[in-house]
């Protein structure tokens, strides 16, 4: 018995709903990083489900296609931290104000 | 279908303790889990080659690069002191708030079927997971990769380069700066003074 669409896109708006959670409510940047990953995984999840229901490729190249933009975004991330800490030694997102954002 | 159930509930437990986790590390074993859930999700979905490349790029090179700079940065003092804590007074609005907003979506979704429009390209048809030209199979995913998608697979080379030279820039030494018209001179005297020795 194939599981609903709608399954899929429940299951994949809890994992989103959670790394936005983590991206607000953490304040250690790698867990903030992390939470990105996992709503990058959940639209990939999203795309997944809709390639299998249509049957339409577009959907898993464009899957593949997150996976790489994610990749890059933890590489440049990781060394945005890396150097952060470098001159900073505290990494908490709420004392860094370098942007006076 | 318990695939899915069995599967989803690992996916959200391992999210929440990903997100809920004390140290980095942790965290990082939980996305693990969740990332390997979502492989085999990608499985019975008929995404094979996307399971493998889950695998691959996320369990064998990010969580690997996270575990690498949580080591980095916890050799020399400990680098995560949580101040304050100032969102005591908002904790419970927002959990209300969110999982309101989430029960509706899911309420909202939960019936929907999916219907193919007229105009989607279908090349394939469904077979078992690792029989040759189904849907999702590594031949099907590489053809249409190398041909009518071939556009956004280069993108992909412009964005990992574009990835590099960021991080190379960012992480890097720092070299002393050499003025490449100087630099470039020299080289080109040096070359003169040779070819006019050879040719004595």
Known sequence: MPVAIGNYIAL????????????????????????????FNAA????MAFARAWLANAGQVFAFLVITVAAAEAAIGLAIVVTTF??????DVDEIRLMRG | MIAFWVLGAIVIVSAVWTITARKPVYSVVA???NFAALAVLYVTLSAEFLAVMQIIVYSG???VLFVFVI??????????????????GILVPAVVVVLAALGFLIYATAGVTAVAP???????SVGPVGSAGVFGSVADFGK??????????????????VAVIGVVLLAGDRVPYVPTRKRAAEVERSMREAILRGGE
Not at chain 1, 12 to 38: D, H, K, Q, W, Y
Not at chain 2, 147 to 159: C, G, R, S, Y
């Open chain 1, 44 to 47: 990939n999840l999203l795309f």
């Open chain 1, 12 to 39: 994949s708006a809890v994992m989103f709903f959670l790394g936005v959670a983590g991206v607000l409510l953490r304040r250690n940047p790698l867990v903030t990083l992390m939470s990105i990953e996992l709503m």
């Open chain 2, 71 to 88: 080591a980095l940065l916890s050799s020399g003092v400990a680098p995560f002191s949580a101040g304050p804590n100032r969102l005591k």
């Open chain 1, 86 to 91: 470098r001159d900073e030694k505290n990494v």
């Open chain 2, 31 to 33: 996305l693990l889990a």
């Open chain 2, 61 to 63: 090179a990010i969580l």
């Open chain 2, 144 to 161: 249409a990769l190398f041909t009518v998608q071939l556009l956004p697979f280069e993108i992909t080379a412009l964005i990992l380069m």
């Open chain 2, 118 to 124: 007229g105009s989607v390209h279908t090349t394939s």
